[in-house]
């Protein structure tokens, strides 16, 4: 688990200040025949440059969970299946601009095949 706390200031221009904020949680669990990953993050950030409809940063939140959550479970010695959940969550302060969410569900089978020759 992380977690980091950036703060901004601007002599020039207080609207451009921020103090942003970065959580993260990783685990990982592996025995004989599965291994599952986790993480889980959220993130505050602002654009980089200012909106024109507005004198300050774009701000936006972005949540994170179950990215890279992907379970491996052997079927037999030469097949494994890997599947999992991605969900990002964005969600912006200004009105002008539009919220998002992104889910994935990955599937993947692999098959070891036999060497030809």
């Given at each position: 688990?992380?977690?980091?706390?950036?703060?901004?200031?601007?002599?020039?221009?207080?609207?451009?200040d921020s103090e942003l904020s970065n959580l993260s949680f990783n685990a990982t669990h592996k025995d004989a025949s599965s291994k599952t990953t986790l993480k889980v993050s959220y993130v505050q950030l602002n654009s980089n440059t200012v909106d024109a409809r507005s004198p300050a940063l774009s701000?936006?939140?972005?949540?994170?969970?179950?990215?890279?959550?992907?379970?491996?479970?052997?079927l037999s010695a030469k097949a494994f299946?890997?599947?999992?959940?991605?969900?990002?969550?964005?969600?912006?302060?200004?009105?002008?601009?539009?919220?998002r969410i992104n889910t994935k569900i990955p599937l993947r089978l692999y098959y070891e095949m036999p060497p030809q020759g």
């Open positions: 688990m992380a977690y980091v706390e950036t703060t901004t200031r601007h002599s020039d221009n207080g609207d451009l701000h936006r939140n972005v949540f994170t969970a179950g990215a890279e959550h992907e379970h491996e479970m052997e299946i890997q599947f999992g959940l991605d969900r990002v969550d964005t969600d912006y302060d200004l009105p002008s601009c539009t919220d």
